[in-house]
């Protein structure tokens, strides 16, 4: 009864409703069209998430790591996609610095939901090079730089106010305008993926799943479909 006022209150018939979830999810992703390698396909897909208005932060990305056997999960921005692999930037003494030096094993998750896509990556990760996280320090805003000189990452706060002291501080040991060096503490990891499942939303619940697994004798891509 409900629902039934509802669709008279949009003006729209079920029927009509139910065709507009049909042509939703029309465009699958298949072994036709998807490319050549799973690097490629993920551009793609990141071009079209950033394109779309409703898509806040579409390089954001959920990283799990793994510690003691346990889990645990949360947000960073992608940085770099390259054929090497997928680059963020952290402080190294977090938490999740500490579980990858304890497993280099994580998952990186793209939740593209306004788009009906998800992107899973599984693979290792490592620290780039000290040059290289220094040269992407460099092109970071001073308030940021700041920032990742004040904030000891992951580690107890007695307080809001000693975080904007410690900001204040170094805001005057490197005022603005001054070459700001990147903190030992700070830098990028790159996640050399061994997996990259690219799942698209369909009708009937009848969804694309296509993983890209890296074979480990011949390093060549091998693609499967999986049950939705
Ligand atoms: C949209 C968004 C983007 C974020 N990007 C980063 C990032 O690029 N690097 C980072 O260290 N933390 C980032 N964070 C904060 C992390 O989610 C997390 O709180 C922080 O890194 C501490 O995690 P840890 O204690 O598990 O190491 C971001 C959070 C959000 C919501």
Not at 55 to 69: G, Q, R, W
Not at 120 to 128: D, N, S, T
Not at 206 to 211: A, M, P, S, T, V
Request: a neutral charge.
């Amino acid at each position: 009864m409900g629902e039934k006022n509802l669709n008279e209150g949009l003006g729209l018939d079920r029927a009509a409703i139910n065709a507009m979830r049909r042509s939703y999810g029309e465009e699958g992703l298949s072994e036709s069209n998807v490319a050549a390698d799973p690097i490629s396909q993920f551009q793609i897909w990141l071009k079209a998430a950033a394109e779309n208005s409703v898509i806040v932060e579409a390089n954001a990305m959920v990283l799990s790591t793994v510690s003691d056997a346990a889990p645990t999960s949360r947000t960073v921005l992608l940085k770099d996609v390259t054929q090497e692999g997928f680059t963020f930037f952290t402080n190294y003494n977090s938490r999740k610095a500490n579980a990858i030096a304890d497993n280099p094993n994580v998952s990186l998750l793209f939740p593209w939901y306004a788009m009906e896509r998800q992107v899973i990556v599984l693979g290792k990760a490592e620290r780039i090079s000290e040059s290289d996280s220094a040269s992407y320090f460099a092109t970071r805003p001073w308030s940021s730089q700041i920032g990742a000189w004040a904030s000891s990452q992951s580690e107890k706060l007695e307080s809001r106010a000693e975080l904007e002291k410690s900001w204040e501080k170094f805001s005057l040991q490197y005022p603005e305008g001054s070459v700001v060096p990147k903190p030992p503490h700070w830098g990028g990891f790159l996640v050399q993926p061994t997996s990259i499942e690219f799942w698209q939303g369909r009708y009937s619940r009848l969804h694309d799943r296509l993983r890209f697994t890296r074979d480990s004798a011949s390093a060549n891509w091998v693609l499967q479909r999986l049950y939705p």
